[in-house]
Each structure stands twice: as structure tokens, then as C-alpha cells.
Antibody, heavy 118, light 104 residues
Framework: EVQLVESGGGLIQPGGSLRLSCAVSGFSVSSNYVSWVRQAPGKGLEWVSVIYKDGTTYYADSVKGRFTISRDISNNTVSLEMNILRAEDTALYYC????????????WGQGTLVSVSS | QMTQSPSSLSASVGDTVTITCRAGQSIGTYLAWYQQKPGKAPKLLIYDASSLQSGVPSRFSGRGSGTDFTLTISGLQPEDFATYYCHQSQSTHTFGQGTKLEIK
């Protein structure tokens, strides 16, 4: 059974840092694409970042230079290091498996909430 | 840029509804549709514009290619009242603004 479980969210002051983790079971992060998608309270979905099976990474312009996606193959986890956090980064952060050819997200975690506020 | 319409829709059980998504440039068939219920993660319904995800009821259907796409739900069931998003993956990823489907 495929499962993705996010953790690491919380309340953080503007300018601070936070590291989110996505624990994966049912597939290997070394042979799949994993993305982070966020949803601000009461708003729509926004793609944040992806790590491909070959380790290549991409970011949305809104987080480029501040966020870093990485993976730990031995623990089958994907992380999102978030620096210089802003109020507009407040959202529920989901990790999701991205189907390589089609690019859609077929499995999602339950999300972890990040609140950036002083 | 993905433009989804309408932003909200009221319908009754048994109705047939259609949601539209328009891309700013051609995306081929790199288009998916998701359903999201309050407090839950999105659920993939349709991928490659018209392919039904495993386990999704056949009352959901998708059509289109290039820039214009539709999601049709035929014979609405009570569990279908939710928010729906389109998603293009031809160039990184962009989601539509969402359509909230409410009970009339």
C-alpha cells in the first residue's frame, strides 16, 4: 500500500527556517518523482518543488533560492528545507508522488501545516 | 496559466455538470482533474485529459486537448459535492483556481 506521511510543520516567525519531511512507503523515492504542493488557507493548490528519480530538482519561482528539496534513499524520505520564510508561505504542505510520464499526482499525503507569523 | 470556470456551481443529485479549464498555450493532453473534500488531500480523477484513474466511478469523464478541456460528472451523487481542480503538467505544474460544487 502506498503511503506518504508529512511531518515538521509548525508556527515560525518571518525570516525563520523549517524542515519538512515526507516518509514514503509502498514505493521507492529513488525510482519515482516526488513533489511538494501547498495550499494556503481557503485557497487553491500551488506546486512548490519536485525531485526526479535521477536527483534533478525544480522549484516554483515563488520559492526558488529559499527552499531546497532533497531525499534520503536509505530512509525512503523526501525533505523540504525552507529558509527566509514569509507570511505568504503559510499553507498546508502536501507531498505527492508524481507520475513520470503524465506528470499528474496519483498519491498524496495528508499534509503538514506551516504558519509563518510574528 | 490555467483558467477554470465556473468558480462555483450549484446542482442537484442526479444532475449532469461540466467544468471547463482553459490553458494559456497548448498543453497537448497533459491535463489532470482532482477532487478535494474539506480537510482532505486532493484525489486524482482523470489524467492525460481523458483517462479515468483506477477506482474512480465512470460517471466522471474528461475531454479535450490543446487549450480547452472539460470535466463532466453525469448523474451527480451526494459524495460528489466537493471542490475540483484542473492541473497542467506540460510545463512544470499549474493548477486551476478550483470549482466548488455545492448542493442546490
Amino acid at each position: 500500500e502506498v503511503q506518504l506521511v508529512e511531518s515538521g510543520g509548525g508556527l515560525i516567525q518571518p525570516g525563520g527556517s523549517l524542515r519538512l519531511s515526507c516518509a514514503v512507503s509502498g514505493f521507492s523515492v529513488s525510482s519515482n518523482y516526488v513533489s511538494w504542493v501547498r495550499q494556503a488557507p481557503g485557497k487553491g493548490l500551488e506546486w512548490v518543488s519536485v525531485i526526479y528519480k535521477d536527483g534533478t530538482t525544480y522549484y516554483a519561482d515563488s520559492v526558488k533560492g529559499r527552499f531546497t528539496i532533497s531525499r534520503d534513499i536509505s530512509n525512503n524520505t523526501v525533505s523540504l528545507e525552507m529558509n527566509i520564510l514569509r507570511a505568504e508561505d503559510t499553507a498546508l504542505y502536501y507531498c505527492a508522488r508524481e507520475v513520470g510520464i503524465s506528470g499528474n499526482f496519483d498519491f498524496w499525503g495528508q499534509g503538514t501545516l506551516v504558519s509563518v507569523s510574528s | 496559466q490555467m483558467t477554470q470556470s465556473p468558480s462555483s456551481l450549484s446542482a442537484s443529485v442526479g444532475d449532469t455538470v461540466t467544468i471547463t479549464c482553459r490553458a494559456g498555450q497548448s498543453i497537448g493532453t497533459y491535463l489532470a482533474w482532482y477532487q478535494q473534500k474539506p480537510g482532505k488531500a486532493p484525489k486524482l480523477l482523470i489524467y492525460d485529459a481523458s483517462s479515468l484513474q483506477s477506482g474512480v466511478p465512470s460517471r466522471f469523464s474528461g475531454r479535450g486537448s490543446g487549450t480547452d478541456f472539460t470535466l463532466t460528472i453525469s448523474g451527480l451523487q451526494p459524495e460528489d459535492f466537493a471542490t475540483y481542480y484542473c492541473h497542467q503538467s506540460q510545463s512544470t505544474h499549474t493548477f486551476g483556481q478550483g470549482t466548488k460544487l455545492e448542493i442546490k
